[in-house]
């Protein structure tokens, strides 16, 4: 098994910053995917960022320029760095990791961008 902890979420101004982390511990194996998704209230769960193993990273167009995604393979750990926030990032952010063919979700973390 995986569990994965989020933390980082919380409550800040229209073009301030934050800095997602999620730790993942447990059967962990070499090539795994990480990766942070966003859902709002009756919407459906969107990819905000990926990485996988090589580094190389994916992004959804809205947050291209301002979101950096990032981890640490010694300590299997995946961060977001999100700049010049807007109310339209407030959402539950999941960190979810995929390993051989199965996915693996953290519990999600709350941002919210509001003056």
């Known amino acids: 098994q995986v569990q994965l902890v989020e933390s980082g979420g919380g409550l800040v101004q229209p073009g301030g910053s934050l800095r997602l982390s999620c730790a993942a511990s447990g059967s962990i194996f070499p090539l795994y995917v990480m990766g942070w998704y966003r859902q709002a209230p009756g919407k459906q769960r969107e990819l905000v960022a990926v990485?996988?193993?090589?580094?190389?990273?994916n992004y959804a167009d809205s947050v291209k320029g301002r979101f950096t995604i990032s981890r640490d393979n010694a300590k299997n750990t995946v961060y977001l760095q999100m700049n010049s926030l807007k109310p339209e990032d407030t959402d539950v952010y999941y960190c979810?990791?995929?390993?051989?063919?199965?996915?693996?979700w953290g519990q999600g973390t709350q941002v919210t961008v509001s003056s």
């Open positions: 990485i996988i193993s090589d580094g190389r990273t």
């Open positions: 979810k990791l995929t390993q051989r063919g199965t996915a693996y």
